[in-house]
């Protein structure tokens, strides 16, 4: 089992930068592909992006490509988005899911589905 803490949001203006943290407890983190999605009001459940368990593979959604960046600490046990450029658009709450193990490059990880631990959420707002 892995629990998952996600933090760092809040509200902050358009074309302003900010970076969300999701500190993990449990098993060996280290273990575990990550990701962040996020989820606006009426809207469906979005991916953001997804690291593997070393942090040298990554992935992210056309909407956030060369604004957002995640990585990963495992020494702290912590994944984080930074995230900048910020639009109106991006605002959501932010969740930060794990995968379990073993890491594959045939998962698909933008799917939601193929996490199986998921933090509470944190909110981010971006004001036009």
């Known amino acids: 089992q892995v629990q998952l803490v996600e933090s760092g949001g809040g509200l902050v203006q358009a074309g302003g930068s900010m970076r969300l943290s999701c500190a993990a407890s449990?098993?060996?983190?280290?273990?575990?592909?990550t990701g962040w999605f996020r989820q606006a009001p009426g809207k469906e459940r979005e991916f953001v992006a997804a690291?593997?368990?070393?942090?040298?593979?990554?992935y992210y959604g056309d909407s956030v490509k060369g604004r957002f960046t995640i990585s990963r600490d495992n020494a702290k046990n912590t994944v984080y988005l930074q995230m900048s450029s910020l639009k109106p658009e991006d605002t959501a709450v932010y969740y930060c899911p794990a995968a379990d193990p073993p890491y594959s490059s045939a998962i698909d990880y933008s799917q939601s589905g193929q996490y199986h631990y998921w933090g509470q959420g944190t909110q981010v707002t971006v004001s036009s």
């Open positions: 690291t593997s368990w070393s942090g040298i593979l990554t």
């Open positions: 449990g098993r060996t983190f280290s273990n575990y592909a």
